[in-house]
């Protein structure tokens, strides 16, 4: 690979101009710049991406990350942007959007197999009209298959990986293989073999029950989920992983984190795992209020909160000054 260009490099018009018809002709992939991010994420807040593209195809996200690698272009794959914090100077690189591309979700009998661009909405939704068991507490998680995939996503003991069979991913080497569901690791908010590859593709094994039966418990995990925490204001669901023996919701509680404000954002009054923006906020607000909150959770409890959000860039750890 080429040596990887810098914020500064990147600040030359001329070869990010260039760049962006190289994209374009040689991927097929159309091309924004300086595309902003709090436009993709669902905290509404990050600065812009250099270049933000749209593979309409596996094909073409596999040439463009070859692409990006042979020209030395740092990149990052989003979905939906429901679970990224982006910093405020944004991204010096590509953004690669699949929201647009591998959608489709397509059911044969007890299979079912989504896109990774494929919302996970929709993607219950259908299960449930064909009357297939084993997403349905899943129902109201925002988000896309392949970040949910990437962080085993799951509410009311159920979690996405439970009925996979197996996955269609790109490495960072622009290559798709295939791994099976043995090979990926998945744990709690956890599926180590992910990191540094993107998900185009996952195959479920489903159970076959009543129509009605899957519909309302669809519609029963969702009544479920608006009674404990209904959500008006943009955020990124839980912010914090539960510790062992814990609720990360129930800490912060503790230590008089609901309400809490910084800046343009605070803790939710409904569900003290949930920072929203209020309509003013900025990512240095969110960085600064999960600093406030992991602080006083250690001091109280001796618990360092570990974050279940991904975060994009940023220089260092959010936490070294803590």
Same mark, same amino acid.
């Given at each position: 690979?080429?040596?990887?260009?810098? $914020?500064?490099?990147?600040?030359?018009?001329?070869?990010?101009?260039?760049?962006?018809?190289?994209?374009?002709?040689?991927?097929?992939?159309?091309?924004?710049?300086?595309?902003?991010?709090?436009?993709?994420?669902?905290?509404?807040?990050?600065?812009?991406?250099?270049?933000?593209?749209?593979?309409?195809?596996?094909?073409?996200?596999?040439?463009?990350?070859?692409?990006?690698?042979?020209?030395?272009?740092?990149?990052?794959?989003?979905?939906?942007?429901?679970?990224l914090l982006v910093s405020d100077d944004g991204f010096?690189?590509?953004?690669?959007?699949?929201?647009?591309?591998?959608?489709?979700?397509?059911?044969?009998?007890?299979?079912?197999? $989504?896109g990774g661009g494929a919302w996970l909405g929709e993607?219950?939704?259908?299960?449930?009209?064909?009357?297939?068991s084993g997403m349905e507490k899943l129902a109201g998680?925002?988000?896309?298959?392949?970040?949910?995939?990437?962080?085993?996503?799951? $509410?009311?003991?159920?979690?996405?990986?439970?009925?996979?069979?197996?996955?269609?991913?790109?490495?960072?080497?622009?290559?798709?293989?295939?791994?099976?569901?043995?090979?990926?690791?998945?744990?709690?908010?956890?599926?180590?073999?992910?990191?540094?590859?993107?998900?185009?593709?996952?195959?479920?094994?489903?159970?076959? /029950?009543?129509?009605?039966?899957?519909?309302?418990?669809?519609?029963?995990?969702?009544?479920?989920?608006?009674?404990?925490?209904?959500?008006?204001?943009?955020?990124?669901?839980?912010?914090?992983?539960?510790?062992?023996?814990?609720?990360?919701?129930?800490?912060?509680? $503790?230590?008089?984190?609901?309400?809490?404000?910084?800046?343009?954002?605070?803790?939710?009054?409904?569900?003290?795992?949930?920072?929203?923006?209020?309509?003013?906020?900025?990512?240095?607000?969110?960085?600064?209020?999960?600093? /406030?909150?992991?602080?006083?959770?250690?001091?109280?409890?001796?618990?360092?909160?570990?974050?279940?959000?991904?975060?994009?860039?940023?220089?260092?750890?959010?936490?070294?000054?803590?």
């Amino acid at each position: 690979m080429s040596r990887l260009l810098t $914020a500064s490099d990147l600040k030359d018009q001329k070869l990010v101009d260039e760049l962006k018809v190289r994209i374009e002709r040689e991927t097929s992939c159309r091309c924004l710049l300086d595309e902003m991010l709090s436009k993709h994420t669902s905290w509404r807040v990050g600065g812009p991406a250099r270049l933000y593209a749209y593979p309409s195809s596996e094909s073409a996200l596999n040439r463009l990350i070859q692409f990006c690698n042979s020209v030395g272009l740092a990149f990052f794959t989003i979905g939906y942007g429901t679970n990224l914090l982006v910093s405020d100077d944004g991204f010096a690189g590509c953004v690669i959007d699949l929201a647009e591309g591998a959608r489709e979700i397509v059911v044969d009998g007890e299979s079912l197999t $989504a896109g990774g661009g494929a919302w996970l909405g929709e993607v219950v939704r259908i299960a449930a009209e064909n009357g297939l068991s084993g997403m349905e507490k899943l129902a109201g998680i925002p988000g896309g298959v392949g970040g949910g995939m990437s962080m085993n996503a799951g $509410a009311f003991g159920m979690a996405i990986s439970d009925r996979l069979i197996d996955v269609t991913v790109v490495g960072s080497d622009g290559v798709s293989v295939r791994l099976e569901k043995d090979q990926i690791g998945f744990g709690y908010r956890s599926a180590p073999a992910f990191v540094g590859k993107t998900i185009t593709r996952a195959n479920f094994l489903m159970l076959k /029950r009543r129509k009605s039966q899957v519909i309302r418990a669809v519609e029963d995990t969702i009544t479920d989920r608006f009674r404990r925490n209904v959500m008006t204001l943009p955020s990124a669901g839980s912010v914090f992983k539960n510790p062992v023996g814990g609720f990360s919701a129930k800490m912060v509680e $503790a230590v008089g984190g609901k309400g809490m404000k910084e800046g343009g954002v605070e803790v939710s009054l409904l569900h003290a795992n949930f920072i929203v923006n209020t309509g003013s906020g900025s990512s240095a607000d969110v960085v600064r209020l999960i600093r /406030r909150l992991r602080g006083l959770v250690h001091d109280q409890f001796g618990v360092l909160l570990e974050m279940e959000v991904r975060t994009l860039g940023f220089k260092g750890s959010l936490f070294e000054d803590n």
